[in-house]
């Protein structure tokens, strides 16, 4: 509804209440599963979290990688999508959650299958390969 109001016009606008709700992946097989979000607090420099999203972007899913980059996420993929039946019965593990101001991977999600420990191994392997050792990912075998 607006009013006249001297020379312009004012807009009365229902107030809309922010809400927060738990994200959810949808797997291309499957109906969407719950995630657990785990704060945490590893940092790197910039140029290490560059290459360590470089690694990623070179092995995405689509590629036959197990990644799939998006804005400050890297979200892990049970395997890749090399065939439709494989992107079919492909799931996410979780993801990474980076915050550039503050150079470091503030949030581990985990799919409602896999634990932080999982996470933390997919995350040696990929610092693995991009900085040629391991720094805060933790091998579970």
């Given at each position: 509804m607006n009013q006249e109001r001297g020379?312009?016009?004012t807009w009365r606008v229902t107030p809309v209440l922010l809400?927060?709700?738990s994200l959810r992946y949808l797997s291309?097989?499957?109906e969407s599963v719950s995630t657990q979000m785990h704060h945490v607090d590893l940092r790197y420099t910039k140029e290490e979290l560059?290459?360590?999203f470089d690694q990623a972007t070179q092995e995405d899913v689509d590629r036959g990688g197990h990644y799939d980059c998006r804005g400050g996420a890297i979200h892990i993929w049970s395997h890749p999508w090399?065939?439709?039946a494989a992107r079919y019965d492909s799931a996410t593990i979780g993801a990474l959650y980076v915050n550039w101001l503050e150079e470091r991977i503030d949030r581990i999600e985990?799919?409602?299958s896999f634990d932080l420990a999982d996470?933390?191994?997919e995350l040696a392997i990929l610092e693995d390969k991009a900085l040629g050792e391991t720094k805060h990912g933790v091998y579970r075998w």
């Open positions: 020379h312009g016009q809400c927060r709700i291309w097989g499957s560059l290459l360590i090399t065939t439709v985990t799919d409602a996470l933390l191994h």
